[in-house]
């Protein structure tokens, strides 16, 4: 009996070491699987990668959109190469975009595509990249994606050419908190409900712009032209407007409050239904007799 039981014991032992051995086996055999699969999937992103880099060299704008349109897909698929290609795409519009266009002659395709990519990229992937698309010509662009979310907040854009640009992106117009705007040319580009909290707009050119229910909230837009712009149901509260240009600009319904006008130029600004607005803001700026004013000021 004793025998027996001594027996049983060493087999159950032995079959326990058997069974663990099998376990670690395996285990090891689905580690290196994965490794393997993590392997060929980094080899298959590099030979993605390279490919349409090269393809951005090519004479045939469709091979070079072919490019931009396959970088972006990389961006998706792998958050770790994302701040790479968003420099690669950066460097290219800036390559590409460096002179003025020809009057009414638009963006190229591929330039566009590239800006459009940055501007839709997923911008909690960035890392350490910071978007910088200083002096690019880019007059006329256009979001193309009504609602999309836009990654263009705390860029350097400044001195950009956007002139006619097309940045309100849908119901609810472009992310640009925090955006270095500083002496870029945005004559005539339809910003409504874009969101401008904290930009710094000093010296830029918003003549004509369309900047209905834009969010400007301390915003910097002294020495800014904005004549002629539409700045009705603006959020200017807080904003910096020392010296700005606001000849004939419409400002119905705009949240003044706490806005700097000193030297400002409010001549033919039609500011009677202006909201928050008081009597020494006004007079600390340059009026005249086509300045139009509320019946009554605080």
Not at 18 to 34: P, V
Not at 176 to 199: I, P, V
Not at 270 to 276: C, G, I, K, P, V
């Amino acid at each position: 009996m004793v025998v027996a039981a001594v027996v049983a014991v060493v087999g159950l032992w032995y079959s326990s070491v058997q069974t663990r051995q099998a376990n670690e086996q395996s285990q090891q055999a689905n580690a290196q699987a994965r490794d393997d699969r993590a392997l060929a999937a980094e080899g298959q992103i590099t030979d993605r990668y390279t490919a349409a880099v090269g393809n951005l060299g090519e004479d045939k704008v469709d091979v070079r959109l072919g490019g931009i349109y396959a970088l972006q897909r990389i961006m998706e698929d792998s958050p770790r190469d994302h701040p790479t290609i968003a420099r690669v795409l950066a460097t290219y519009i800036l390559t590409h975009a460096a002179e003025p266009l020809a009057k009414r002659q638009d963006i190229p395709a591929d330039v566009h595509a590239a800006f459009t990519v940055l501007a839709e990229r997923d911008a909690g992937h960035d890392d350490a990249f910071r978007l910088n698309l200083r002096n690019a010509r880019l007059p006329r662009a256009e979001l193309t994606s009504p609602g999309q979310a836009t990654a263009l907040q705390f860029a350097d854009l400044s001195s950009v050419d956007l002139s006619g640009a097309d940045l309100s992106n849908g119901r609810y117009g472009a992310d640009l908190r925090g955006t270095n705007l500083s002496g870029a040319d945005l004559s005539g580009a339809d910003l409504s409900g874009a969101d401008l909290g904290l930009a710094d707009l000093s010296g830029a050119n918003l003549s004509g712009a369309n900047l209905s229910g834009a969010d400007l909230h301390n915003a910097d837009v002294s020495g800014a032209d904005l004549s002629g712009a539409d700045l009705g149901d603006a959020d200017l509260v807080g904003a910096n407007l020392i010296g700005a240009d606001l000849g004939g600009a419409a400002l119905s319904f705009a949240d003044l409050a706490y806005a700097d006008l000193n030297n400002a130029d409010l001549s033919r600004a039609d500011l009677r239904t202006a909201d928050n607005l008081r009597k020494d803001q006004v007079y600390s700026g340059l009026v005249d007799e086509t300045t139009r004013l509320p019946a009554y000021l605080p």
